[in-house]
């Protein structure tokens, strides 16, 4: 479960990023959080993962049976001068296993993201949509009990975007671990998840939260439906209520 | 002709003919305005000049090569050992850089002649001249290389809670390869000067001098002919060095996976 009470972040220079932030995942839902750009949605994301300190409020983040917090990050962020293989491997380099205890992970994790011919390449020879994936399968290697997402689709085209939507969610599926998805895509944030946060800009909260009513698993076709163009027309009004003009 | 060697000629061709039009150009002034032979000698004489004292240049070649060499060796392993301790330490790093910038701005020829009288004229001393002269390069662009990481790769290190050893060889290093390849590139030919200037004031003994000797002797005695000649020598020693250096550096990097800055 992840959650965060009043949580408030403020720089000396005395600019109010997050204004209390409240809200809830539950273990195993995926949750979409969509705001304005510089709302400080990607604050709230390092702030949960530890990179970054909060000034005020509390926020938890409780994992079942020791498992780790993983964060994709918006761009892919792999090291050019490590092959596919030694880019998954090293979140467990880095916690003292060896390349062969790594092995058995690291294939594991790029057969599921659809790499396992990539292994040995090197990430100047792949596209955006595989970049993201080798950086999907570095998060996963440990296992994590929880994800977050910081924006990993953003710089990616229509169909690699709507296909790694898919994979992400059979992921999910079969591995159950509670993510935070952050966006400003609207479709994809209720395409993807079973609840849409919606965050004012900033000083940033959760101004709106809507259930996603669509059974799993989901196909493409469900972006096409008046339902779903219902439910992202509602979603927009949020978001436009809660920005500034 | 294979296809590779075409496309070697290709490139070649180019700069060999900039080389023919120069030799031209230059002979022709000498010729045109009749200048003197003291004062500019034409390419003929400078090559008869130089084939003349083929023995005496190529030994002085070597011994100056030598002593760039071990001057360019002591500073990649000085200017990276400094630049590890800078990038560890910000307050080392503060308190000590300024200083480190001194050696590029300290007047080299005006302190050659203090460290032979400190060290002793001889090869030790050459080295050290060339070796001051080209530290400042490794140290300043390695430096940068450990230090400038990515933010979001720090990120990544910190987010696995990564140890300052994690993070130094994993992320720090290979990330600061490319830049100490710029920075012994730039060195290379700083170091061929180094030992030149050195060479200036000392000597390495009666019977073995360097290009820096030869330069001042023939000076001194007005064969300006042979003097163009160790000067080009001196220039051809430079860009053999930065040449070699290049090549092995865009070597290391292709096999790391590195791109060049």
Redesign the interface.
Known sequence: MISARGLVKAYPTGLQVLAGVDFTVSSGSFCSLVGPSGCGKSTLL?IL???EKSSGGSFSVELADSRNL??V???P?L????SVAANVR??L???GQTQGQARAAVTEVLERVGLADFSAA?P?ELSGGMKMRASIARALVTRPGALLLDEPFAALDELARARLHVELMNLWRRENWTALFITHNIAEAIFLAERVLVMSSRPGRVAAEFPVPFPQPRAPALRSSPEFAALAGRVFSALEATSAP | MSRAAATGFRRLLPPLLTLLLALATWDLAVRLLDLKPFLVPGPLRVGRAASDHAADLSRACLLTGGAALCGLAMSLLAGFAAALVFCQARLIEVALYPYAVFLQTVPIVAIAPLIILWMGPGFAAVVAVSFILSLFPVLANTTAGLTAV?S??L????????SRW?TLF??RL?HALPHLVTGARISSGLSVIGAVVGEFSAGYGSDSHGLGYLIIFTSGQIKTDLLFACVLSCTLLGWCLFSAVSWSGRRILAK????PV
């Open positions: 390092r993962a530890g990179i993983s964060y990050f918006q761009d962020t090291l050019p001068w490590l090293l979140p380099e880095l916690r090197y100047n | 990515s979001a790769h990120d990544l290190f910190r987010l696995y809670r990564a994690q994993r992320l290979p790391a996976h590195l791109e």
